[in-house]
């Protein structure tokens, strides 16, 4: 029993001791703890903390109520009054346009005459221009040359005379086409085949003629030229195809 008791004693001496420590230490945390951190416990420190401004702002924003949205707006858009424009009548009701026209002297004319009593009737075949010349059928028979003829050595169309001969029926400008067709027919438009004509002499001056030729004879392209001595040997060598 005795030692029971010594057990027991021992153990509330450990237990008095541990809560004796246990008061010691907390006694000195509560007294160290403001010193050492420097922050107050009580409420009414903790609310004399400097806030952020933008922590302020954060909080007004959130406290302050939210804003109401106003309603949409309708519009109503009325339909317009009539215009008078609106209201005028068709154009085919509508009265014409007055005119100012008053009568002149040409609309109390009486009316023309047809066109066919004003124009004289058109003189008939056989009165036409005999030297105009008549339409060809086709070019294998057309006989139309261009004649020249240049005092010279060269072709100079300012200085020239010039005729137009046509054959087979005979027409154009040439003084003398009749000759010269009969003359062209007989070497069949080529003119390197006229020979001078007998008994013809020409002094030996020298005074040149250029003599030119182009056109078509029988469906052939004709191109001439040629210079002769004088004009006495031009006349004696082509008779009457340059003698104009």
Same mark, same amino acid.
């Given at each position: ?59 007004? &924003?959130?406290?302050? =109520?939210?804003?109401?949205? +106003? !309603?949409?707006? @309708?519009?109503?858009?009325? *339909? #317009? %009054? $009539?215009? /008078? ?7 085919? &009701?509508?009265?014409? =346009?007055?005119?100012?026209? +008053? !009568?002149?002297? @040409?609309?109390?004319?009486? *009316? #023309? %005459? $047809?066109? /066919? ?17 008549? !339409? ?109």
């Amino acid at each position: 029993m005795s030692r029971l008791r010594c057990l027991a004693a021992a153990g509330l001496v450990l237990l008095s001791s541990a809560a004796l420590t246990t008061a010691t230490a907390t006694a000195a945390t509560a007294t160290a703890g403001p010193r050492e951190t420097g922050v107050s416990s009580t409420p009414e420190a903790a609310s004399l903390k400097p806030v952020p401004p933008r922590v302020q702002r954060t909080r007004q &924003r959130n406290a302050a =109520p939210p804003r109401r949205r +106003r !309603p949409w707006k @309708t519009i109503r858009i009325e *339909p #317009a %009054a $009539p215009s /008078a424009t609106d209201q005028r009548p068709p154009a085919s &009701r509508q009265r014409p =346009p007055a005119t100012d026209h +008053r !009568p002149t002297a @040409t609309d109390q004319r009486p *009316p #023309a %005459a $047809p066109v /066919a009593q004003q124009r004289p009737a058109v003189a008939p075949q056989s009165m036409a221009d005999p030297r105009r010349p008549a !339409p060809l059928l086709s070019p294998e028979n057309m006989r139309v040359l261009v004649l020249t003829a240049t005092p010279g050595e060269q072709f100079s169309a300012a200085a020239s005379r010039s005729a137009l001969l046509v054959c087979d029926p005979t027409r154009g400008s040439h003084p003398q086409g009749a000759q010269a067709c009969g003359q062209l027919s007989v070497v069949n438009g080529e003119f390197t085949a006229l020979r001078p004509l007998p008994g013809v002499a020409c002094t030996m001056q020298y005074d040149p003629v250029t003599v030119t030729a182009s056109g078509i004879w029988d469906g052939r392209t004709v191109r001439y030229q040629h210079t002769f001595g004088n004009s006495c040997v031009m006349r004696s060598t082509t008779g009457s195809v340059f003698a104009f």
